[in-house]
């Protein structure tokens, strides 16, 4: 790995511990104005402070958010897809890698939504993207992506996809949380973090979601609606990072929502 790589990864994956608490906030790229996520800077700008970086698209960065920002963006550059659209893995690269460094991005992410009709035209962008990340240093997050299709989420078809995405040279793979999980961190020779999913029924659930994840393997957290959707944003955070930084037990971890 080159120094800009490495130099970028080491913003993404807290040296110390190789472990990150990311936010994510990208899910207007095909939701559009999502609950509580209808005006994203007054969404984003309080928990900067509690995040160890932004993922969002360029849209967001450049309109919502201050040029102060002193976290790492985690630049999301897929999209053309849409939830009222005829398939949400109809997915490809919108941004180019070029604006990615002009917006000083520690990394790009792409989703690929393996086993559609569109696996291989994902997978392929995937590859694409991985050439050119290479080229400048760019790690790029790959997102297994289940579209509206929530039950796909378990170990077998979780696994595959991981493990594809890692092959294809992705440096960093995004996926969910799932019963026998370990099973798809041992197969991933890559650093994975789990994305939360819809808002689950209460917050508490959303912490015993991040300390198995981490318990399991995890490097980290890139979660959204389970924090911004939560009625304690700040709280949440703060409790996920107890978890994932300080390896607090989901009780201790709880006495930050309060
Ligand atoms: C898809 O909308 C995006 O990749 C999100 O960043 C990802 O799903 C994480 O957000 P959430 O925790 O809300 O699922």
Request: glycine share 10%; with cysteine; charged share 25%.
């Amino acid at each position: 790995m080159d120094w800009g790589m490495k130099n970028r990864m080491s913003r993404l994956l807290k040296p110390e511990s190789g472990r990150a608490v990311w936010l994510a906030v990208d899910h207007g790229y095909f939701l559009g104005p999502v609950s509580k996520l209808e005006e994203p800077g007054k969404t984003i700008k309080p928990l900067i402070p509690f995040t160890d970086a932004l993922m969002l698209t360029r849209g967001v960065l450049r309109n919502c958010v201050d040029t102060s920002l002193n976290i790492p963006v985690i630049l999301r550059v897929s999209g053309g897809n849409s939830i009222a659209g005829p398939a949400l893995s109809n997915e490809s690269v919108q941004t180019s890698m070029e604006d990615a460094i002009r917006l000083n991005a520690s990394a790009v992410a792409f989703s690929i939504y393996v086993g559609t009709e569109h696996e291989n035209k994902t997978l392929t962008a995937l590859s694409g993207l991985v050439n050119e990340g290479q080229r400048y240093g760019m790690p790029v997050l790959a997102v297994t992506a289940v579209g509206k299709e929530l039950e796909k989420r378990d170990a077998r078809y979780l696994g595959l996809c991981c493990r594809i995405a890692a092959e294809l040279g992705a440096q960093v793979v995004k996926t969910y949380y799932c019963d026998d999980f370990e099973k798809v961190v041992k197969a991933c020779p890559v650093p994975l973090v789990i994305a939360g999913g819809p808002k689950l029924k209460t917050e508490l659930d959303a912490l015993k979601l991040a300390h198995s994840a981490i318990g399991e393997g995890a490097k980290g957290v890139d979660m959204g609606r389970n924090i911004w959707q939560s009625e304690n944003a700040i709280g949440m955070l703060k409790a996920i990072r107890e978890i994932v930084h300080k390896g607090a037990s989901v009780k201790e971890a709880a006495k930050f929502l309060k």
